[in-house]
DNA sequence: GGCATATAGTTAGTTAAACAACTAATCAAA
DNA sequence: TTTGATTAGTTGTTTAACTAACTATATGCC
């Protein structure tokens, strides 16, 4: 028996991502208007490299869920930003290992100060027991598709 | 008090909206391998028409969270297809009302059966009165950014 | 060593999203 | 009735996702 709870009027905004796509849209005005000149993309491969400067673009690819062609040109963007540098490595010179410049370092704080507040401003009124469970379920149905 | 129950690690997963990604791409893939040649973007506006014939483009904006270029740019690609016709409105002539073809007609019951199965995949082993409170609070975390 | 295979990354082409600037039609108010 | 504002839709530009086809380096096996 299948538990699939949607009625199909309710279908589309499930498939569609209409929260997460407001999140988002919320970040991007917030650095927007924070005079912050990169995107959401942008920043979600910048949010990795902060947790570990030096990673490959391989690794870049598992951890944001991109495909390659994908991260390539999202470290062409930011090296033209100049916020990352492509640096061949010694061992495998098929790798590359991308390192954040100091501007870049410069922009972890201010970027997740204006994140958590673009999350606060979502999950507003919501209890944290729902939001713990709310997660749960997110991360369950990622995993149910991997 | 803010209630950001987010640890920074889990920051990133929410503002991108992984699990959504995630179903959409297995839509995809299902509408793919059943030679169904549309994109998850071109379903969504033809759901609400399948809904709703004949509304305007501004109303597909609302109804898809879309902004006016791209529904334009959607409903051109739909229009190559074949799948859609734009019609001046006789009473306002700035209005396009946008009617489905016999050919998108058929479509209907195929890809909602899809659309269904990759909710029943994404949503397995998930209990409905998690889901029902996942739904909950993600209208509610769209209704507090809106 | 030499050849097949796998891995890391790039390039090309199509579709789409966001924003700004634009045209055309309608409405409203003097 | 003409002028100014509003509404519906289009066009141009940049960024990004996905697929497929590609290059270059590394690995493993004979």
């Known amino acids: 028996m299948p538990n699939n709870q949607f ?6 905004s ?9 999140i988002a849209r919320r970040l991007q005005k917030k650095f927007n208007a924070a005079g912050l000149n990169i995107t959401i993309e942008q ?10 400067d030096g ?5 870049l690819c598992n951890a944001t869920f991109r495909d390659k062609p994908s991260i390539t040109r999202l470290v062409d963007n930011l090296e033209k930003l100049q916020l990352v540098k492509r640096v061949a ?6 790798i590359n290992r991308i390192h954040l410049t100091k501007q870049a370092l410069k922009l972890q704080e201010q ?5 958590e507040e673009t999350l606060n401003d979502a999950l507003d ?3 944290s027991n729902q939001i713990n469970l ?11 598709l991997k």
């Open 7 to 12: 009625k199909k009027g309710e279908l589309y």
């Open 125 to 127: 009124g919501v209890p």
């Open 111 to 115: 970027t997740m100060t204006l994140a």
């Open 134 to 144: 709310c997660k749960e379920v997110l991360q369950r149905v990622y995993d149910n």
């Open 55 to 59: 990673i490959s673009q391989q690794e």
């Open 14 to 22: 499930f498939v569609t991502g209409k929260a997460s796509t407001a």
């Open 43 to 52: 920043w979600s491969v910048l949010y990795h490299l902060w947790k570990e």
């Open 89 to 94: 490595s010694e061992n495998d010179r098929r």
